[in-house]
């Protein structure tokens, strides 16, 4: 099975502008998360969606958002940018229906590495 | 605080030498995953650890749960270049009555030659 994928891979964008990234998840998995990794904050969850439904979503602006399709493939958008939003966007997928006491593991795609200049 | 702490922060290793990096939860834990990640990139599934006193191993490298102290312990044996890395541990925990999955803030390993 191909594992996740992310396009790009490296972008770099100006203050104020507005980005797009894409995670395509393992095939048949239906869940996708997205995560924020800076050196300072460690791992951040951003949101989770299934079944093109958010399910859940971490503490970030309203800035960040994301979006699931009918393919289960996710893109998560980021207007206006700031410095602070450099950092590598982890895309993780499962096959997890809700998390409960039956664990399931996320795989996670590459990473996609934004710098705002 | 951290939900879930991961120590050491840091760690230089002589190549050949073991090691253990130690990531203890401040909740009820139900399943603690650990990953290794190389700079700039993806993390990579090492293992998953479900029930109290489980142990699961992986070419040099184990990891045990102990449920009461809500602790997962990662040992390297006869550590080489290649297990150099981040490691992180993530964890299932209960919150409100909902299930989290939190993270640690990493591991940093160093095998010097």
């Known amino acids: 099975k191909a594992g996740v994928t992310q396009t790009p891979r490296y972008l770099i964008k100006t203050r104020g502008q507005q980005v797009t990234l894409s995670c395509s998840p393992i095939?048949?998995?239906?869940?996708v998360s997205w995560y924020q990794q800076t050196p300072g904050q460690g791992l951040q969850f951003l949101f989770e969606?299934?079944?093109?439904?958010?399910?859940n979503k971490g503490n970030f602006p309203g800035r960040f958002s994301g979006r699931q399709f009918s393919n289960s493939r996710s893109e998560m958008n980021v207007s206006t940018l700031e410095l602070g939003d450099s950092a590598l966007y982890l895309c993780?997928?499962?096959?997890?229906?809700?998390?409960?006491?039956?664990?399931?593991?996320?795989?996670f795609g590459p990473g996609t590495r934004l710098l705002v200049l | 605080s951290q939900e879930l702490e991961q120590s050491p922060q840091s760690l230089i290793v002589q190549e050949g030498k073991n090691l253990t990096i130690n990531c203890t939860s401040s909740?009820?834990?139900?399943?603690l995953y650990w990953y290794k990640q190389k700079y700039g990139e993806g993390l990579i599934f090492l293992m998953m650890?479900?029930?109290g006193g489980e142990e699961k191993s992986h070419e040099k490298i184990t990891a045990k749960l102990d449920e009461k102290k809500q602790q997962s312990s990662l040992h390297i044996t006869a550590s080489q270049p290649s297990h150099a890395g981040i490691y992180l541990c993530?964890?299932?925990?209960?919150?409100?009555?909902?299930?989290?999955?939190?993270w640690g803030a990493g591991t940093k390993l160093i095998i010097k030659p």
């Open positions: 993530g964890a299932d925990i209960i919150t409100d009555s909902n299930y989290q999955l939190i």
């Open positions: 993780a997928s499962s096959s997890l229906l809700k998390r409960g006491r039956a664990q399931e593991t996320q795989y």
């Open positions: 650890l479900q029930k």
């Open positions: 095939s048949g998995h239906r869940s």
């Open positions: 969606y299934f079944s093109e439904t958010q399910r």
């Open positions: 909740k009820t834990l139900y399943g």
